[in-house]
T-cell receptor
Framework: DAGVTQSPTHLIKTRGQHVTLRCSPI?????VSWYQQVLGQGPQFIFQ???????GRGNFPDRFSARQFPNYSSELNVNALLLGDSALYLC???????????FGPGTRLTVL | RKEVEQDPGPFNVPEGATVAFNCTYS??????FFWYRQDCRKEPKLLMS???SGNEDGRFTAQLNRASQYISLLIRDSKLSDSATYLC??????????????FGTGTRLTVIP
């Protein structure tokens, strides 16, 4: 079975631009969570979506938004990019709302 | 104060050695506990869940002390392939309503031939 997939794998943007990251969960999983991992740190929670509704939000500015589609895939959007947004963005899927999370390979975003 | 605190290391140990990692968590209401492993430039992968009674998976043993809010991971007979960063993780899902994993900064392990 396919695991969590994310696209693109790498992305380079400049300050002020907008970016959209995509995630497809493991087949049958209904929950998707997004994390940001800055170099040298552990991942930090951004959002959780379950059954297409936002179920949790971490301490991130409103420039970060997300949504989940009827097929349970998800997009993370970041507006007005800052240099500090450079990070590995990880998507994790879980079967239910509070189940074990499995991570995708991540999208490495570089903001110049 | 951080939700999860870990010694970042690095730990450099010879093959066959036993190595122990520790972490502490700040929220006594945390319900689920895990160790994830992360290889360089890869995603975190679940190594094992941690239960109050302690649990073992091959060469790996995890312990949880709820009273001290302390989690440990013991690796016996270290292999070169164990070289990675080990992330201590807690979940407060039932309290927060969100499946929000709190990660430590990770402890880097290098096993030397």
């Amino acid at each position: 079975d396919a695991g969590v997939t994310q696209s693109p794998t790498h992305l380079i943007k400049t300050r002020g631009q907008h970016v959209t990251l995509r995630c497809s969960p493991i087949s049958g999983h209904k929950s998707v969570s997004w994390y940001q991992q800055v170099l040298g740190q552990g991942p930090q929670f951004i959002f959780q979506y379950y059954e297409k509704e936002e179920r949790g939000r971490g301490n991130f500015p409103d420039r970060f938004s997300a949504r989940q589609f009827p097929n349970y895939s998800s997009e993370l959007n970041v507006n007005a990019l800052l240099l500090g947004d450079s990070a590995l963005y990880l998507c994790a899927s879980s079967l239910g709302r509070a189940d074990t999370q499995y991570f995708g390979p991540g999208t490495r975003l570089t903001v110049l | 104060r951080k939700e999860v605190e870990q010694d970042p290391g690095p730990f450099n140990v010879p093959e066959g050695a036993t190595v122990a990692f520790n972490c502490t968590y700040s929220n006594s209401a945390s319900q689920s506990f895990f160790w994830y492993r992360q290889d360089c430039r890869k995603e975190p992968k679940l190594l094992m869940s941690v239960y109050s009674s302690g649990n073992e998976d091959g060469r790996f043993t995890a312990q949880l002390n709820r009273a001290s809010q302390y989690i440990s991971l013991l690796i016996r007979d270290s292999k070169l392939s164990d070289s990675a960063t080990y992330l201590c993780v807690v979940n407060q899902a039932y309290q927060t309503g969100a499946n929000n994993l709190f990660f430590g900064t990770g402890t880097r392990l290098t096993v030397i031939p």
